[in-house]
């Protein structure tokens, strides 16, 4: 058991083993393996000895390469004004004083546990007793396809939404552990398939449990099927490595520099961003990467920045604007945020979008993708290509 932040060095608490659109050149391609698809050409030049093009044997960021992306994702462009609420959070106390009302359906309400049940965890594991009323989503399995990093399809969403009891005016409330860092992360796919009102509980199972001492229970809660309908997938809220690719060309181009008029923000450890240290590969199956570092042009800023450590709440909003624009993050751009596999960003995703109201994305192949493809640009502040392909070897 371990966390998307356990890297070797630099521990974080443990975890599971399981509008914005740029101009990119894309080069059809008549058959790629017989699937649809398109090419991006990488154009990356210039002379920064410390940006790469990833997965080559000493290639240097002058030296043109190219990526092929080969999934062709169902989706429109609906912007950012559905996403965003007014009321994205409710409190421990709110939740409590509608359970003391009675039958959260009733109410239209439906309360979601996205946890991960860790053995480590002090938190109680759901299947052992939970949130008055809660469900239970088991993120890794019922809303991502099998053997793939792409989420489950409309028409799938639309039978797993409705079996969760969801019609279209429903108030969807979701918590979980580690700082709802997978509530978050569901927060994002519902609103990507278009759920009209979806919701924090601030603080999550940590605040309820833990700090409140509030009650939990062993009953499972039975809802009859909803009727909601989901929507194609918001491309809006999502980034896709060719839209990244060519922010990065742009950044890497410009020394490193945020040259693009989109901010990238890396919310990973220091460590990771920096290009010191990679993850375990026996720890985080499938999570590794051939290299290490950061895309050109990012700003680091840890998720852990924006909560409360006592309480696992948001900070208030100022503060957390204040955060990230004393970290150099512009709002008068669009943003995107991504980590290791997309979780803590789509965390960052609801500070940013839900709770300041700005326009963000997340790019959720994050670095499990960034640092395993071939031809895209690395910045590593060490001075050195760490991971597989570096001099610093692989090991952590």
Known sequence: MSTEDTISSDP????????????????AVAALAGTAGFAIANSTGGDDAETTAAGGS?????????????????????????????????????????????ELYDQGIVLVDVSEDLASSELTPYSEAHIPQ????????????????????QDEFTELAQSLGINDDTTVILYGDNNNWFAAYAAWVFNLYGVGDVRLLDGGLHKWEAYDGRELVEEVPSVPEGDFEALPQNHDIRAFQPEVLEIAEQNAEADGEAAAGVNLIDIRSAGEHDGEIGVDPDIFEGEGASIWGHIPGSVNVTWTEIVDDETGEFLPGEEIREIYEEAGVDFDDPSVAYCRIGERASHTWYALSQILGEDVAVYD??????????????????????GLWGQSGSSD
């Open 58 to 102: 000493g290639a240097t960021a002058g030296e043109a390469a190219s990526t092929v992306t080969a999934a062709e994702i169902p989706g429109e462009n609906r912007g950012f004004d559905e996403v965003h609420t007014d009321e994205p959070l409710v409190t421990t106390d709110w939740l409590a004083g509608r359970l003391e009302e009675g």
């Open 12 to 27: 974080q608490p443990g975890r599971r083993n399981s509008g914005l659109k740029t101009g990119i050149t894309v080069v």
């Open 134 to 153: 809660a469900q239970y989503l088991e993120w890794s399995q019922e809303f991502t396809q099998p053997n793939t990093r792409e989420f489950i399809n």
């Open 365 to 386: 192949g994050s670095w499990t993708e960034w640092g395993n493809s071939v031809g895209v640009p690395v910045a590593n502040n060490t001075g050195e290509r760490a």
